[in-house]
């Protein structure tokens, strides 16, 4: 069972906006700003859109955006294209010792 | 430009010792704050992440995995080499090896992957 929890789906439409959740706790999430956001379609290799919560690597759109409250990331998708619809997965650091956490993955179906 | 490509067999027994190599180029596994990690995808399932190799050489592994895992790398070759002892069909996944930058602590470059069965 992941240490990150994340919903199992998420769905919008064309040009809709759509947040996925990403629920670590106090020694993870809610302590580090090192939450990173990755897009993975099947059969490619995963793809990092976000780091450092909200910062977004080169030639990522703006249309990806990170927050963090608390104890939980999030990843707001925001223009919904056909292409966006991926798996989604968090991490985040967790300690020199409980380092590679990832989320269980979101599904994110573009309607 | 930062590459990675995994390499090694496509179908192991149960009880084998899997290996796996994963070229690079664009880099060198020496840089700081820089490191190689392996990450593993079960059919139908989410990312696992297997190990990590730093800049340093220090290593780090999936707890639940630790007791059957290595990773080494050779500097000469660009080359960084995970090992799975003991192998069983839930093992069965795509592998990649990935580029990670430790200040950032996130993977920002893939290898393709490599899936491998591991069936009798």
């Known amino acids: 069972q992941s240490a990150l929890t994340q919903p199992p789906s998420a769905s919008g439409s064309p040009g809709q906006s759509v947040t996925i959740s990403c629920t670590g706790t106090?020694?993870?999430?809610?302590?580090?700003?090192?939450v990173s956001w990755y897009q993975h379609h099947p059969g490619k290799a995963p793809k990092l859109i976000i780091y450092d919560v909200s910062k977004r690597p080169s030639g990522v759109p703006d249309r990806f955006a990170g927050s963090k409250s608390g104890n939980t990331a999030s990843l707001t998708v925001s223009g919904l294209q056909t292409e966006d619809e991926a798996h989604y997965y968090c991490?985040?650091?967790?300690?020199?010792?409980?380092?590679?956490?990832f989320g269980g993955g979101t599904k994110l179906t573009v309607l | 430009q930062i590459t990675l490509k995994e390499s090694g067999p496509t179908l192991v027994k149960p009880t084998e010792t899997l290996t796996l190599t994963c070229t690079v180029s664009?880099?060198?596994?020496?840089?700081?704050?820089?490191?190689v990690g392996w990450i593993r995808q079960p059919p139908g399932k989410a990312l696992e992440w297997l190990a990590l190799i730093f800049w340093d050489g220090d290593t780090r592994h999936s707890p639940s995995l630790k007791s059957r895992l290595s990773v080494t790398r050779d500097t000469s070759k660009n080359q960084v080499v995970l090992k799975m002892t003991n192998v069983d069909p839930a093992d069965t996944a795509t592998y990649y090896c990935?580029?990670?930058?430790?200040?950032?602590?996130?993977?920002?470059?893939w290898g393709q992957g490599t899936l491998v069965t591991v069936s009798s």
């Open positions: 106090s020694s993870d999430v809610g302590r580090y700003d090192s």
């Open positions: 990935a580029h990670m930058r430790w200040l950032r602590y996130s993977y920002d470059y």
């Open positions: 991490t985040s650091y967790a300690g020199s010792d409980k380092l590679g956490v």
């Open positions: 664009g880099f060198s596994l020496n840089t700081r704050e820089e490191g």
